[in-house]
């Protein structure tokens, strides 16, 4: 997963501001993570292989992704993202 700043940016594998890679499952809140709360906001990419390579076997994954707001007081909170992937290679 890659996350840029700027709502109009383009995140990928040669440009970014964060990057997770390897993982089956995270949470980002806008409160925890400085780079979210830019006036501008934020772009999300998130590569999930299609094929194993290797094996040039089609693998069967999924993604889900959630948006929260937050219903406090304080401005908007969350942009939780979940990602599942069902079958790793």
């Keep these: 997963m ?7 940016s383009d995140p990928n594998s040669f440009h970014y501001d964060m ?14 993570i ?11 990419a998130v590569y999930v292989p299609a094929i194993d390579e290797a094996t ?3 693998l069967d994954l999924s993604i889900v992704v959630k ?10 909170l969350a942009a939780g993202i979940a990602t599942s992937l069902l079958a790793l290679f």
Excluded: H
């Design 2 to 8: 890659y996350v840029s700043r700027g709502s109009k």
């Design 19 to 32: 990057s997770f890679k390897n993982v089956t499952s995270i949470n980002l809140c806008t409160a925890d």
């Design 34 to 44: 400085k780079l979210l709360n830019a006036t501008d906001g934020y772009s999300v």
């Design 56 to 58: 040039n076997q089609l």
């Design 67 to 76: 948006f929260e707001e937050s219903t406090g007081a304080a401005a908007l």
